[in-house]
Structures are given as C-alpha cells and as structure tokens.
C-alpha cells in the first residue's frame, strides 16, 4: 500500500511539474562580456538542481575518500576487540573446564589485545587465576604485576585476587598488604573482612580474630554457629599464647559473653589453666558452675582429675553422686567417681563405678583405671585382663592419628 501512495505521489509530482513547465514562459539572460546567453527559464533551473546535485556527489566522495583512514582503522579496532572477545570467551570456557595452560594462554592473546581498562582488568585476572591453578606462580606474579603497573592501587578486583593468592601461598605479608590496598578503595565490603579472618586465623591473631567475627556476625556474614566455633578457637589461641595468672584469668573469663562460656573445649582449657596455676578449687567452681546450667559427659570426666583433697574430695565425691541419680548412664561419671572413690580409698567403690562405666561404654582410659587399681590391690590376673582390654581399645584410635 506504501509503495502504490507512493507511485501516485511521482505521478503527481511529474505531471505538476510539466504543467509548470508548459505555463512558465520566462527566461533568463546571463551576461558576460563579450556574450549575452539568453535560455528558458525551465532550462536554468534544470541546470541550476543538476549543477547542485553533482556538486552534493562530489562532496561527499571527497569526503569518504578523506575519512577513509579512519574507517580503516577503527574496523581493524573492531576486528581486534572482537577477537579480544572470541578469546576472552574461549578462555573462560577452558578455565571452567579445568584446562587452565589452555586457559591461561588465550587470557594472555586476549590481554594482548585489550585496549580498554576493563578488558585488560578481566584478561589480566583470568590468566592470574589460571597460572595459580598451575602454580606457575612465576608467571602469575607477572600478570599481577601487570595489573599494578596499568591501574595502581586502585583496583578493587586485582586486590582482592592478589590478597587470596598469597593467603593461598602461604605469603601472609603480601596477603596483608593487599587486603589492605582492598580495604582503602572499599573499607566495608564483606569478602574483604571475611578474607581477612582466614588471614588472621592463619596467622594465629586471636584478637583481630575476634574483632573480625563480630564485624562480620553483625553484617550475618557468618551465622551464630560459625561465629561460635571461630570465637572458640581464637579463645583457646589466645590462652595458649597468652598464659593468664589466676586472678587475671578469672577477670577474663568473666568479661566473655554469657553464650561463649558453655562452649565445653573453652571451659576445658580454662580448668587446665586452673590446675597447672594450682588452683584446682576454682576448676572445681567453674566446672560445677557450667553443669549446673547444661549438662556435659566430657565436662563431667574432667571433673575427677582435679586432685582436690581432705574435705573437697569428701565434697566432690557428694556432688558427682548427686549428679550420678540424673545421668545414671553417664559413662564418664562413672569414670569420674570410679577415680574419686580410688582417690577417697575407697577401694570397692572405687572398682564398682569403674566396672559400671566399662558396662555402659567401655574405653581404653576405664579399663587402665580398672587395672591400675586391681593391680594396687594384688589382683594381677584381673588387671593383666584390662591392660589388654585397654591397649585393644587404644591401638585402632592411635593407628588413625
């Protein structure tokens, strides 16, 4: 329909402009001496739109014959990052499909080719990426370095790649550095802090550590039990690092949050900090304290190695009975007041809660308990038979360390 409006457009058109023609009778004199050329009106203004229309023509191939170098190049330009892309692509591909030589040696033609910072940026990391998957660590060190000469300090990505590679390596110095030219450019951003806290936990830095993980447990970086075990770990770092008098630890314990002090491998550490400082009553305090609120077999085997004597003893062996009417299966409380019976002298006891604890789970402790006491009491038979019981047990649990 649009072509046939158009056909009667032209048609109209011509036939306007013959009957203009046929009408017009005037002309145009054109005088330049020694001539007078005297010509049709029609004619002139047909000269006139022909002598402009070539004019435009002559123009416009002047004008692409100039422009043509330029047109030259920016299709090499485009032919180059096109194939900047083609290679970037088929690089991505084989790094994904574990083929990281392949990988890296497409990065590095695609990088070669990149003229835009952000190119570069993704060629460079890539084949950063792939020669670390190689431990080519060399090369990759040749990429990073690349990336500094071309943008610095100032790029987020390469920091954060660099930080990650060097923590990989083992490099904690340099990881360091590059997280902290990561945190200059983003001070807040959370893969930054969380790289951090694998830093620090390498490094054994309980305090940054700790800082870190309640930075990141307020942004729900890392859920309450995540957060639980890394402040447990960097806990117990520290009271092996930083050995604490006894009047010191107490003040450090008791300024732990309240869901920090049921972790049982913390409370164990802090008791063992009692005992070696010679404190066994506050051990005793501590440990009774914690299974008063949340009941712990582990807690409660821990408790007869105190070496409390006289009336603490006497106590003791009361407390754990009391407890032994609510966890009467508890094999390690029948350990415990197996050990405190043996430490009260009383022998019978002593045997029966220990005979009652290999009854309900037996273990390579109970039974060197057992025969160390039958063996005190000139039952050599008896004890030969939980020596082996108990090296039985112990062999298969030291064949797996």
């Given at each position: 329909?649009?072509?046939?409006?158009?056909?009667?457009?032209?048609?109209?058109?011509?036939?306007?402009?013959?009957?203009?023609?046929?009408?017009?009778t005037g002309y145009v004199l054109l005088f330049l001496p020694p001539w007078r050329i005297e010509i049709s009106l029609n004619v002139f203004a047909m000269l006139t739109l022909a002598t402009i229309a070539l004019l435009y023509?002559?123009?416009?191939?002047?004008?692409?014959?100039?422009?043509l170098p330029h047109k030259v190049k920016q299709y090499r330009e485009r032919q180059q990052r096109d194939a900047s892309i083609q290679l970037e692509r088929e690089a991505r591909l084989a790094f994904f499909e574990g083929r990281y030589q392949r990988a890296e040696r497409l990065a590095s033609e695609a990088l070669n080719n990149s003229e835009n910072n952000d190119a570069f940026a993704v060629n460079a990391l890539l084949a950063t990426r792939a020669a670390h998957q190689m431990r080519d660590f060399a090369r990759r060190d040749q990429y990073l370095d690349k990336l500094q000469q071309r943008f610095g300090n100032q790029h987020l990505a390469a920091a954060m790649?660099?930080?990650?590679?060097?923590?990989?390596?083992?490099?904690?110095?340099?990881?360091?550095?590059?997280?902290?030219?990561?945190?200059?450019?983003?001070?807040?951003?959370?893969?930054?802090?969380?790289?951090?806290?694998r830093l620090r936990l390498r490094e054994e830095n309980p305090d940054a550590v700790l800082r870190l993980v309640e930075q990141l447990a307020k942004s729900e970086a890392v859920d309450a039990e995540q957060a639980r075990r890394i402040r447990n770990q960097a806990y117990l770092l520290k009271l092996r690092?930083?050995?604490?008098?006894?009047?010191?630890?107490?003040?450090?314990?008791?300024?732990?949050?309240?869901?920090?002090?049921?972790?049982?491998?913390?409370?164990?550490?802090?008791?063992?900090?009692?005992?070696?400082?010679?404190?066994?009553?506050?051990?005793?305090?501590?440990?009774?304290e914690t299974l008063r609120n949340e009941w712990s077999g582990t807690l409660?085997?821990?408790?007869?190695s105190l070496g409390l004597t006289g009336e603490a003893l006497i106590s003791q062996l009361q407390q754990a009975e009391l407890w032994l009417k609510q966890h009467p299966e508890d094999h390690l409380l029948l350990l415990t007041l197996g050990r405190l019976c043996r430490a009260s002298a009383l022998w019978g006891k002593?045997?029966?809660?220990?005979?009652?604890?290999?009854?309900?789970?037996?273990?390579a402790v109970a039974h060197a308990e057992l025969a160390e006491l039958l063996d005190s009491l000139d039952k050599n038979d008896a004890a030969s038979r939980h020596y082996q019981a108990s090296l039985a047990l112990a062999l298969p649990q030291a064949s797996l360390i």
């Amino acid at each position: 329909m649009r072509i046939l409006l158009w056909i009667i457009a032209l048609f109209a058109l011509a036939v306007g402009l013959t009957l203009f023609a046929q009408l017009n009778t005037g002309y145009v004199l054109l005088f330049l001496p020694p001539w007078r050329i005297e010509i049709s009106l029609n004619v002139f203004a047909m000269l006139t739109l022909a002598t402009i229309a070539l004019l435009y023509l002559l123009l416009r191939v002047v004008a692409e014959l100039g422009g043509l170098p330029h047109k030259v190049k920016q299709y090499r330009e485009r032919q180059q990052r096109d194939a900047s892309i083609q290679l970037e692509r088929e690089a991505r591909l084989a790094f994904f499909e574990g083929r990281y030589q392949r990988a890296e040696r497409l990065a590095s033609e695609a990088l070669n080719n990149s003229e835009n910072n952000d190119a570069f940026a993704v060629n460079a990391l890539l084949a950063t990426r792939a020669a670390h998957q190689m431990r080519d660590f060399a090369r990759r060190d040749q990429y990073l370095d690349k990336l500094q000469q071309r943008f610095g300090n100032q790029h987020l990505a390469a920091a954060m790649m660099a930080a990650e590679l060097y923590l990989d390596e083992r490099r904690y110095t340099d990881a360091g550095n590059a997280l902290a030219a990561a945190k200059q450019i983003s001070p807040k951003l959370t893969a930054a802090l969380q790289l951090e806290l694998r830093l620090r936990l390498r490094e054994e830095n309980p305090d940054a550590v700790l800082r870190l993980v309640e930075q990141l447990a307020k942004s729900e970086a890392v859920d309450a039990e995540q957060a639980r075990r890394i402040r447990n770990q960097a806990y117990l770092l520290k009271l092996r690092q930083q050995p604490l008098s006894s009047h010191q630890l107490k003040d450090w314990w008791n300024k732990l949050p309240a869901h920090d002090k049921a972790l049982p491998q913390l409370i164990e550490a802090v008791t063992d900090s009692y005992k070696q400082q010679g404190e066994p009553a506050m051990a005793r305090s501590l440990l009774e304290e914690t299974l008063r609120n949340e009941w712990s077999g582990t807690l409660a085997g821990r408790y007869g190695s105190l070496g409390l004597t006289g009336e603490a003893l006497i106590s003791q062996l009361q407390q754990a009975e009391l407890w032994l009417k609510q966890h009467p299966e508890d094999h390690l409380l029948l350990l415990t007041l197996g050990r405190l019976c043996r430490a009260s002298a009383l022998w019978g006891k002593a045997q029966t809660y220990l005979e009652a604890s290999i009854a309900v789970h037996p273990t390579a402790v109970a039974h060197a308990e057992l025969a160390e006491l039958l063996d005190s009491l000139d039952k050599n038979d008896a004890a030969s038979r939980h020596y082996q019981a108990s090296l039985a047990l112990a062999l298969p649990q030291a064949s797996l360390i």
